[in-house]
């Protein structure tokens, strides 16, 4: 079946820096869009979504761009910290259907 | 607002016996959904209720089931325990209404072992 997918399982980053996390979609129909942050021993955090009508949507710290046409979902973090560290995934939704999940990017961010 | 709250946080069962997972949602949201997270599958759907219907179903065996009451509260009932149920079942809620898209907000989650 179509899933939800991540470029790279691991990405470590200097604090500081900014952090790239991108994430590959293979459903056309899918029109919401969501980046979600999971720490060890909780459930996953949401971050920000943003619909299929939208190019770009930003946040405290966070951007979230989305390339229809190529089907390619990234999260930018702007100056990463410490506390940012945990596992990002991306989630797509077609209407009607469950928030599909990705396998999820391990974000190491070191001081 | 408090947020999502499932009970309990851990369990412990044998193969073969069964299991009850509660979840409470985010007052005001309608819909429930639940996942099953593995470290070799990730986040997987289980289903979804509003209203208490199920609205939709993952791809999942029978012994798996759920249900949501009038005060949107739900359960998720795992019947006949196997070794490969060992996972963190995860509830999340949202509005849900409609064609309103909004996001699901996750529980800390219940770790499920099977022994």
């Known amino acids: 079946g179509e899933s939800v997918g991540l470029h790279l399982p691991t990405l470590s980053v200097q604090e500081g820096d900014n952090s790239i996390i991108n994430c590959a979609y293979s459903?056309?129909?899918?029109?919401?869009f969501i980046w979600y942050k999971q720490e060890s021993g909780k459930g996953p955090q949401f971050i920000i979504d943003i619909r299929s009508n939208m190019d770009k949507r930003q946040g405290q710290r966070v951007t979230v761009l989305l390339n229809k046409t190529v089907k390619h979902l990234s999260l930018q973090i702007a100056a990463t910290q410490p506390g940012d560290s945990a596992v990002y995934f991306c989630?797509?939704?077609?209407?009607?259907?469950?928030?599909?999940f990705g396998k999820g990017t391990t974000l190491s961010v070191s001081s | 607002k408090a947020g999502v709250t499932q009970t309990p946080r851990y369990l412990i069962k044998t193969r073969g016996q069964q299991v009850t997972l509660s979840c409470s949602p985010i007052s005001g949201h309608r819909s429930v959904s639940w996942y099953q997270q593995t470290p070799g599958q990730g986040l997987q759907f289980l289903f979804e209720?509003?209203?208490?219907?199920?609205?939709n179903k993952g791809n999942f065996p029978g012994r798996f089931s759920g249900r949501q009451f009038s005060n949107s509260r739900s359960e998720m009932n795992v019947s006949t325990l196997e070794l490969g149920d060992s996972a963190l079942y995860l509830c999340a809620s949202s509005l849900g209404s409609g064609d309103l898209k909004s996001p699901l907000h996750f529980g800390n989650g219940t770790r499920l072992t099977v022994t």
């Open positions: 459903n056309s129909a899918s029109d919401y």
């Open positions: 209720y509003f209203s208490e219907t199920q609205r």
């Open positions: 989630a797509e939704n077609q209407a009607g259907t469950a928030l599909i």
